[in-house]
């Protein structure tokens, strides 16, 4: 099981009733926030799952709605009792930004990992059940989208444990993944199990023009969630300058990508209601959805 909840839809600056884009995942206990913007750690404390958890950020880029958040993040989660390492990964520069904001939260009860990403703007990072993964995009500084899959393993197959001359005390251990010596010989979990299971997928997407790349980064999510700066046709111009998306452009990369859902995020401070204009990515991609601060979802494994 997966927890997804969008901490914030705001771009530029926080709103009194719009957080800036901030993205939080709960797997297994450990959770992964994307992007740290100002006031992250309110909407995070309203949201209530709390700091201690978080064991990995992730940041698209360095634009200050995105990241100026990080020393009061930090913060927190030192007071939550926190003594375990935190690992941030980010594009190019990663280590110079964190110098910099550390300065003012320079005592920690936890070490802190940076992890740049390639200079293209590329990565895969495992942790556990969880592959991050990381792709260049078109902004006007180095920005990186993500995506977050789960992995699942086959079923357990007693038929194959069976013919093992290994003690049944052991199956549970293979079918969690471990590999066993014992007496000798070396059992692996793919002795004991199907084929793999399809598992879970989040991507996130933010301040960027569309690129061929997208789709197929985000190819059969099962939540996509996209930057849409603005939802009216007549922005486009200018956000083509700005190196953003509007509505549309952002439910054509959810088609093409075959994904289940959408949610539509990183919204200008202009653009007072969202809502009024979800039917304009409606009308590309059906199953897509304005998002608003906190909200969750919840994905499970198929059958």
Same mark, same amino acid.
Request: hydrophobic fraction near 40%.
């Given at each position: 099981?997966?927890?997804?909840?969008?901490?914030?839809?705001?771009?530029?600056?926080?709103?009194?009733?719009?957080?800036?884009?901030? /993205?939080?995942?709960? /797997?297994?206990?450990?959770?992964?926030?994307?992007?740290?913007? !100002?006031?992250?750690?309110?909407? %995070?404390?309203?949201?209530?799952?709390?700091?201690?958890?978080?064991?990995?950020?992730?940041?698209?880029?360095?634009? %200050?709605?995105?990241?100026?958040?990080?020393?009061?993040?930090?913060?927190?989660?030192?007071?939550?009792?926190?003594?375990?390492?935190?690992?941030?990964?980010?594009?190019?520069? +990663?280590?110079?930004?964190?110098?910099?904001?550390?300065?003012? %939260?320079?005592?920690?009860?936890?070490?802190?990992?940076?992890? !740049? +990403? $390639?200079?293209?703007?590329?990565?895969? *990072?495992?942790?556990? $059940?969880?592959?991050?993964?990381?792709?260049?995009?078109?902004?006007?500084?180095?920005?990186?989208?993500?995506?977050?899959?789960?992995?699942?393993?086959?079923? *357990?197959?007693?038929?194959?444990?069976?013919?093992?001359?290994?003690?049944?005390?052991?199956?549970?251990?293979?079918?969690?993944?471990?590999?066993?010596?014992?007496?000798?010989?070396?059992?692996?979990?793919?002795?004991?199990?199907?084929?793999?299971?399809?598992?879970?997928?989040?991507?996130?997407?933010?301040?960027?023009?569309?690129?061929?790349?997208?789709?197929?980064?985000?190819?059969?999510?099962?939540?996509?969630?996209?930057?849409?700066?603005?939802?009216?046709?007549?922005?486009?111009?200018?956000?083509?300058?700005?190196?953003?998306?509007?509505?549309?452009?952002?439910?054509?990369?959810?088609?093409?990508?075959?994904?289940? =859902?959408?949610?539509?995020?990183?919204?200008?401070?202009?653009?007072?209601?969202?809502?009024? *204009?979800?039917?304009? %990515?409606?009308?590309? *991609?059906?199953?897509?959805?304005?998002?608003?601060?906190?909200?969750?979802?919840?994905?499970?494994? =198929?059958?």
């Amino acid at each position: 099981m997966l927890d997804i909840s969008l901490l914030g839809t705001g771009g530029m600056m926080p709103l009194p009733n719009r957080f800036l884009t901030s /993205l939080l995942l709960r /797997l297994n206990g450990s959770m992964i926030l994307v992007d740290c913007g !100002e006031g992250t750690q309110i909407t %995070a404390k309203l949201l209530g799952w709390g700091f201690k958890n978080i064991d990995v950020m992730c940041f698209t880029h360095y634009h %200050a709605d995105h990241i100026s958040g990080l020393p009061g993040m930090l913060l927190s989660i030192g007071n939550s009792g926190r003594t375990e390492p935190i690992t941030i990964i980010g594009p190019v520069g +990663l280590k110079t930004v964190y110098a910099g904001l550390s300065v003012i %939260a320079p005592e920690l009860p936890f070490e802190v990992n940076c992890i !740049e +990403l $390639d200079e293209n703007g590329s990565g895969t *990072f495992s942790f556990g $059940d969880l592959i991050i993964s990381a792709i260049k995009l078109n902004h006007k500084i180095p920005c990186s989208a993500y995506s977050f899959t789960v992995k699942r393993t086959g079923k *357990f197959d007693i038929t194959k444990a069976e013919k093992l001359p290994i003690p049944r005390n052991f199956w549970s251990r293979l079918q969690k993944g471990e590999t066993i010596e014992y007496e000798g010989n070396t059992y692996t979990p793919d002795m004991v199990l199907g084929e793999t299971r399809k598992g879970l997928k989040v991507s996130y997407c933010t301040d960027t023009r569309p690129v061929d790349t997208i789709p197929d980064f985000i190819r059969d999510s099962d939540l996509f969630i996209c930057e849409g700066m603005y939802g009216e046709t007549e922005m486009l111009e200018k956000l083509k300058k700005k190196k953003h998306m509007i509505f549309q452009e952002a439910a054509e990369l959810a088609k093409q990508g075959n994904v289940k =859902e959408m949610w539509l995020t990183h919204f200008s401070p202009a653009l007072t209601d969202p809502k009024l *204009f979800e039917k304009n %990515a409606k009308a590309i *991609f059906e199953n897509s959805k304005v998002g608003c601060d906190r909200m969750i979802k919840i994905l499970s494994f =198929e059958e």
